[in-house]
């Protein structure tokens, strides 16, 4: 399942995060692309420990952690900073499959690749081609949504970003690892928790609430991993 979440940052928050993205000391993307990726990988990111980085990395966290769209689709266990990177001048990063486990930095703690976030800081009209691509079992999927957006897609998927061929991409990617491995258990629990939702809203009184909400909970509960 892919998601898009809208706004995530108001024009205001992606304004002030590009400003400071412009001004950051970018490298080379292949300083941490490994033996495979680094013939695909041809981009600029942030150092991990790049204040810039973290302040903006921090404020996507927030902002995720109050999006109840975010929060049932991913069923965050533990999250990894987000990273950043840029895309010009041809920069691309072709076809590949994300590493199953990153630490987070400086301690020895794994997280599990299993939901792959972007938010986007470029709006479409400031560049051309670095449309995130994502193959699923339907064929693919293929993104480029208004800065502040974020989409959302399982860590399992094959994906690149095209070539950037003119203008400038900044953008952002992290994962989460889930309470739930599988992507497809997570989508039944994602679509039966929105129909809960929107029965809520529409017929709060409905008796059988509470019983759909025992089985969502129960369901989790056979699924997590915690
Ligand atoms: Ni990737």
Redesign the pocket.
Known sequence: MMLRIPALLSSDEVRQCRQALAQAEWQDGRKTAGHLAVQVKSNLQLPLDSPVARGIGELILDKLGASPLFMSAALPLKVLPPRFNRYEGGGT?GN???NAFFNIPGTAIKVRTDV?TTVFFSDPDEYEGGELVVEDTYGHQSVKLPAGDAIVYPGTSL?RVNPVTRGTRYGS?FWTHSLVASAEQRRLLFDLDQQIQQLTVRHPDEPALSALSGTYHNLLRMWSQA
Request: hydrophobic share 30%; proline share 0%; glycine share 0%.
């Open positions: 990063y590949h499959i994300d792959s994906h990617f």
